[in-house]
């Protein structure tokens, strides 16, 4: 897997909470966060999954711990950063990746569906940096790093409404607390990982074979791996000048700023 191919020993000493982190983008950015040299504790809601990427962690030579978590529910997710601070001595890195979508139409939506996405995705984001920023302001240093979308911005969302809200969310928390952090005058950054489409389970669901090949043969979908070199410089302490950012991967190029709903391929893949 490439993630090893990328990264030198930078993070070496750093532990890392990765949510969202037993599939998908956030295990292979976890692996490449290990072979950074850092110790990961993912957190997942996950368990089959999860177990699954702390044990091929811990074969790459990783130290390596999963922890089956609801990143909403913010006893738990307070449990366990209490959890890696005592077992680890700290926390430096925390890379906010759990995410959850409801892909139906503003008229068939439930307030369930619609609550469940925002809990996930905004306040999940939201209580794990609270609890994580938390430790780290006390330590003086800290980054945070949450993958949010390209939806949030520049690409309308229809029938992925609730998702591109709690992404906007986490743009606009990623600039609110790195405003807040700046105050106190320590090393602890917050940016956010903007991709557009990237080739996972998530991004697979509810899509037809056809709508994945057109996707992945325009060279419009990246891998997981596209994202690991601008993670591992949020991550390390060299990326200290930059807080408050949005990063987009290249490919929102191929999104759409313009949709007419009278396409045949409304709305877009
Ligand atoms: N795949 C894409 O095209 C794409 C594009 C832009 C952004 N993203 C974002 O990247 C992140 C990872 O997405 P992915 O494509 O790898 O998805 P994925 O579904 O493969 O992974 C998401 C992970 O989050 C976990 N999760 C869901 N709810 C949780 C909860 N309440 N508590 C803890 N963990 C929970 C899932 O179990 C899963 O392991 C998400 O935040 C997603 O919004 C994905």
Not at 140 to 152: E, F, K, L, P, Q
Request: net charge positive; aromatic share 6%.
């Amino acid at each position: 897997m490439s993630a090893m191919r990328n990264s030198s020993r930078q993070l070496t000493g750093r532990v890392a909470m990765v949510t969202g982190g037993a599939g998908g983008i956030c295990s292979m950015l976890a692996k490449g966060l290990a072979s950074a040299g850092a110790c990961v504790w993912l957190a997942d809601m996950d368990a089959a999954l999860g177990k699954k990427a702390e044990s091929e962690l811990r074969q790459m030579g990783a130290e390596a711990n999963f922890r089956k978590v609801d990143v909403s529910d913010g006893a738990a997710v307070e449990n366990l950063v209490d959890e890696i601070c005592k077992s680890s001595g700290r926390i430096d890195i925390l890379l906010n990746g759990a995410g959850t979508a409801a892909r139906k139409s503003v008229f068939e939506l439930t307030l369930a569906e619609w609550n469940r996405v925002l809990a996930v995705n905004l306040t999940g984001t939201f209580l794990c940096s609270q609890a994580a920023a938390r430790r780290m302001v006390g330590a003086g240093y800290g980054r945070i790093i949450s993958v949010t979308a390209i939806n949030a911005t520049s690409r309308p969302s229809p029938r992925n409404s609730p998702y591109a809200v709690s992404k906007a969310g986490i743009n606009v928390f990623t600039q609110s607390l790195a405003a807040e952090l700046l105050k106190l005058k320590v090393d602890v950054t917050i940016n956010a990982i903007s991709p557009a489409t990237v080739d996972t389970p998530f991004y697979r669901k509810d899509r037809s074979m056809e709508q994945i090949q057109k996707t992945l043969a325009s060279g419009s979908v990246a891998q997981p791996d596209d994202l690991l070199g601008l993670l591992l410089f949020l991550a390390s302490p060299e990326s200290a000048a930059i807080s408050g950012q949005i990063i987009g991967h290249k490919n929102y190029m191929f999104s759409e700023t313009v949709v007419n709903p009278e396409r045949p391929d409304f709305p877009p893949p």
